[in-house]
């Protein structure tokens, strides 16, 4: 017998603006899913002006290097919004076990010609927060594979 699965869901793309949340039951094997809960987070004001001015800085994937630092310092910050989340969303439904929670993270570069995609957002960092299995670094899985690096983006969209 197959197991169902509850994975808690996000994505802050490429807005930075904020974080959309779903709870969702899946049966982990035809691609039915049913919706539990939906919820969008908004970025404060300080989070948001320190992603878009590290966003503005990084125009080329050498820069990635000069900015080493502050992406890892708002990474950091990232993550910890995001478990903020994970923990509010299954609060909320405590009559739900979350199985698996898929962690996008917040892009900061994307260059798909080149192979490179860095998205914000420390998924075993995440999931020592959360007490919950995290998948993530879907992005760079894609790329890796001849993709445009946005695998998540046709199924989400299909979905809704």
Not at 139 to 149: A, E, F, I, V, Y
Request: net charge neutral; with cysteine; hydrophobic share 35%.
């Amino acid at each position: 017998m197959e197991k169902n699965l509850m994975p808690l869901c996000r994505m802050s793309g490429t807005s930075m603006d904020g974080v959309d949340a779903s709870t969702i039951f899946s049966d982990g094997n035809t691609g039915k899913i049913t919706s539990i809960k939906n919820q969008y987070f908004e970025y404060d004001k300080d989070l948001y002006e320190k992603l878009t001015n590290l966003r503005d800085k990084i125009t080329i994937s050498k820069d990635l290097k000069n900015y080493f630092e502050d992406i890892n310092s708002i990474e950091k910050e990232i993550t910890l919004f995001h478990a903020t989340i994970v923990n509010e969303m299954i609060q909320s439904h405590p009559k739900f076990e979350i199985d698996l929670v898929g962690f996008h993270g917040q892009t900061i570069f994307h260059n798909a010609k080149e192979k490179i995609s860095v998205q914000l957002g420390d998924g075993k960092l995440l999931s020592q927060l959360t007490k919950k299995k995290v998948v993530y670094d879907f992005r760079q899985n894609d790329l890796k594979n001849g993709g445009q690096g946005a695998p998540l983006t046709p199924i989400f969209h299909q979905n809704l």
